[in-house]
């Protein structure tokens, strides 16, 4: 006979009709008996809440432990933990209810305890854990409030430990962590696409005529205008799909005729894309 624990901390974000609802249980562990005859109990009032957060809500990202939300006003809102400044209200104090960070604000994006907003003008703004460049200030450190980082932005996509973004002209531009040491001490990655391994604490530019991006730890994709689909960065186990296990540190065609999914989330990476 097996159990296992189904009720934890549970916090999904729900956006229906502009009212963004937290659908969230208590911090308990109950344990069900899983045998076949034994159905699991349906979950009680005090294990079960629906509160409203924010009305005229339109937009939404979620970190680790905090989350932004975008209003119909184009004002940008912030709650949760904030160790490292990634609500942006130029604090480190962790807020329940949601704080006003920036107005005219076009999209938003988080990942971990980085965040980004680009405006209705198109600039680029960061705030949040900066250990490794990621914010694109040209510095490490943690920033507490926003920061403006570049102009005409289309979309910007995080990751982890480093962040691209997709400028109005179609060019790609990358920061962040662009490798890392080997046990024999060698410097391996080229997760930037720039043609080395170099850290990169202010964005550089990787390519033209890039419609999409999508990060995963250790590699990159990106789609170019004309359907074609190029790959960088690790290749230990054949993930940029190029019939080799050769790492690569700038961009390589894989194939053609791909299309741009109709969506802006890509797998555990936030993808912000101005409107």
Known sequence: MFKRPVLGILLCIVLIAGILAALGAINATHMVNLSPSTPEPALTNEQRMETAIVKDAKTVSIGVSHSLVIKSDDSLWAWGENDSGQLGDGTTTAHHTPVIIIESVASVATH??????????????????NGFGQLGDGTKTDRHSPVKIMDSVASVALETVRTMAIKTDGSLWAWGMNGVR???????????????????????????????????????????????????GSNSVGQPGDGTTIEHHTPVKIMDGVKLPPYTHYGNVEVAQAR
């Open 112 to 129: 971990e305890s980085s965040s980004m907003a680009i405006k209705m003008d198109g600039s680029l703004w960061a705030w949040g854990f």
């Open 182 to 232: 080997d046990p024999d001490g060698e410097r391996r990655g080229g997760f930037l696409g720039d043609g080395t391994t170099i850290d990169r604490i202010e964005p550089i530019k990787v390519m033209d005529n890039v419609i999409a991006v999508s990060l995963g730890a250790f590699h990159t994709m990106a789609i170019k205008t004309d359907g074609s689909l190029w790959a960088w």
